[in-house]
């Protein structure tokens, strides 16, 4: 397991970790675990060596012999005055979430006894908890590696259905046994070229090269595929960009409306109403959309709406799907003409929409399968959906495929490609043993970043004071 060092690389997490130090101490913290606010119900959690120690001198009951995963019920006390009625959960060390004694208060949610609470026990010898504390003790014991750490943040902040289960298949160890298989095979032959140097004057091969090779090429793949996923993943995490995109009165703002069942954009039968772009999401089906409300593409003198048109091509590029509206009413040939100017769109991602057809109800377009709606009365718009999620292929999202949602394990991806691209270039080439080294340590090094295997003081300062307070 890996050790904290002492000297921060980074001045802004040295006070940070200056209290994350004290774990070395084995000092007790505590922290409420649930939401601020008046609630039925607060959870307020311990963990340390101390925690039932401290948790007697406040309780009505001895827990000094229970056994683990027992609750119990009594009273909080303060000098003989009673503060709440409680219900006392006991995890006994190696057998709780961080690994050490724990113990979690479940009190009424009064403001007044949440904080009375905490007050107690930070005066009977507990400390507060840093954000992310409890799971960095976790991470500390060996309870979970540092991407399964970060997949509870995930996990906490999901919106969707597939935001959850992404979340936790991570949670659950599949990307990290995934990648901790691949580094054990790779350690097993950087073993063997290490073991070579020491043999340097005796020019002996312990690893077979062809082997070697074969397992770069096996690995070479299941990166490339880790990698290919970032895109999905990141996606499905921050929301799959859709642009609404047209000319203007085609119908964008409406549609908006229509799909987020609010009045989020202003209609209005004058050209040129929508100068910025307007977001708001749905979920469909479980998979959350960040629908996006641009400006209508045509030729203008008005600076403040050729600005909003450059935005709207802008949001067009960085979109996964375009819904390119089409007004039933209007020449299509003069539309379609407004999208060819748009470059470096992905014609797979274009979904074209013929809106309207409540006022023109025998419109027939030439463009091949479009979707005919009329988004102001949400004639289609079950059709529309159901195409928008085909195009996602949700199919990529199955039981077994591991998706990349957390860019700084996407990075580390990529660095440890390249150092294994590196190594069978060298092996090609047929470059010394100790060349062959530097490159695999590297990979050894990116691959063991991402589950913290190795790690350092602002890695995991920034990852861990991200978390909430509590867990």
Request: proline residues 1%.
């Amino acid at each position: 397991m890996c050790k904290i060092t002492t000297i921060c690389l980074q001045t802004k997490d040295f006070e940070y970790f200056c209290t994350m130090n004290n774990f070395i101490q084995e000092d007790t913290i505590c922290a409420l675990a649930t939401g601020g606010g008046t609630s039925a119900i607060a959870l307020i959690r311990i963990s340390g060596k101390d925690s039932i120690k401290i948790t007697n001198t406040i309780f009505s009951k001895n827990l000094e012999n229970v056994k683990s995963h027992t609750i119990h019920f009594g009273t909080i006390l303060d000098n003989n005055e009673i503060i709440d009625e409680v219900i006392i959960s006991v995890f006994h060390k190696n057998k709780s979430f961080t690994g050490e004694e724990t113990i979690e208060i479940s009190c009424h949610g009064s403001l007044f006894i949440q904080k009375k609470i905490l007050e107690i026990l930070i005066n009977k010898g507990c400390r507060m908890a840093n954000p992310g504390e409890f799971s960095m003790r976790a991470f500390k014991n060996g309870k979970l590696d540092l991407s399964q750490a970060e997949s509870i943040a995930d996990l906490i902040s999901s919106k969707s259905k597939i935001e959850h289960k992404t979340a936790l298949k991570q949670l659950r160890g599949g990307f990290s046994n995934t990648l901790e298989e691949l580094r054990k095979r790779l350690i097993d032959f950087a073993s063997l070229i290490e073991l070579e140097l020491d043999f340097s004057e005796e020019d002996v091969e312990f690893a077979n090269r062809k082997e070697l090779n074969q397992l770069l090429i096996i690995i070479q793949t299941e990166l490339k595929k880790l990698i290919t996923s970032f895109k999905l993943g990141n996606a499905i995490k921050n929301g799959i960009p859709v642009a609404i995109i047209g000319a203007p009165n085609a119908g964008k703002s409406t549609l908006l409306n229509t799909l987020v069942n609010e009045e989020k954009a202003i209609v209005s039968e004058i050209a040129g109403t929508t100068r910025d772009a307007i977001e708001d999401e749905l979920i469909i089906d479980g998979i959350r959309f960040r629908f996006i409300d641009t400006a209508g593409i045509r030729d203008t003198n008005d600076t403040i709406e050729i600005m909003g048109i450059q935005k709207s091509i802008e949001k067009a590029k960085k979109a996964e799907i375009i819904l390119f509206l089409i007004d039933a009413n209007n020449k299509t040939k003069e539309q379609i003409n407004q999208l060819k100017k748009i470059k470096n769109i992905s014609e797979n991602n274009i979904l074209v929409v013929i809106n309207k057809i409540d006022l023109n109800s025998n419109f027939k377009s030439d463009i091949e399968n479009p979707t005919y709606i009329s988004a102001k009365n949400k004639t289609g718009i079950k059709e529309l959906k159901e195409k928008i999620l085909n195009i996602v292929s949700i199919q990529d999202i199955s039981n077994n495929d591991i998706i990349i949602t957390n860019l700084r394990h996407y990075e580390e991806l990529q660095l440890t490609l390249h150092e294994i691209k590196a190594i069978i270039n060298g092996l090609d080439e047929n470059i010394s043993t100790d060349l062959l080294t530097i490159n695999i340590r590297q990979a050894l090094f990116h691959l063991g970043s991402i589950t913290g295997s190795i790690t350092t003081d602002d890695l995991l300062g920034n990852i861990f004071s991200k978390f909430c307070i509590g867990k």
